[in-house]
Nanobody, 126 residues
Framework: VQLQASGGGLVQAGGSLRLSCRAS????????MGWFRQGPGKEREFVAA????????LYADSVKGRFTISRDNAKNTMYLQMNSLNPEDTAVYYC????????????????????WGQGTLVTVSS
């Protein structure tokens, strides 16, 4: 399984970005997929997750209402649409995949994820 994240960049506060995570190596119908981020000097934290088969989603409170996670089955690609960005969103964003059961709160933890992409940097200027 390989995950390739892209779409990061520099954006002003209030702006938007869309991250993509292209998955290859197998079909992901039985998987959960997630986005995590790691800001400067911070631990890697959960951002959002989607259950590939059903499209069910979960969000961290800090991004709820601003970020939207989605997937395109035909393209084997997951997206994170990020709106109303603020400097606190500055981080390296990682996509990840898990074969674990879709159970909270376990699915919110990075230890539940088996595969990780390389990360893409998002910088939000004030």
């Amino acid at each position: 399984v390989q995950l390739q994240a892209s779409g990061g960049g520099l954006v002003q506060a209030g702006g938007s970005l869309r991250l993509s995570c292209r998955a290859s190596g197998r079909t992901f119908s039985g998987y959960g997929m997630g986005w995590f981020r790691q800001g400067p000097g911070k631990e890697r934290e959960f951002v959002a997750a989607i259950r590939w088969s059903s499209g069910s989603t979960l969000y961290a409170d800090s991004v709820k209402g601003r970020f939207t996670i989605s997937r395109d089955n035909a393209k084997n690609t997951m997206y994170l649409q990020m709106n109303s960005l603020n400097p606190e969103d500055t981080a390296v964003y990682y996509c990840a995949a898990t074969r674990s059961a879709w159970v909270t709160p376990q699915i919110l933890g990075k230890s539940a994820y088996d595969y990780w992409g390389q990360g893409t940097l998002v910088t939000v200027s004030s």
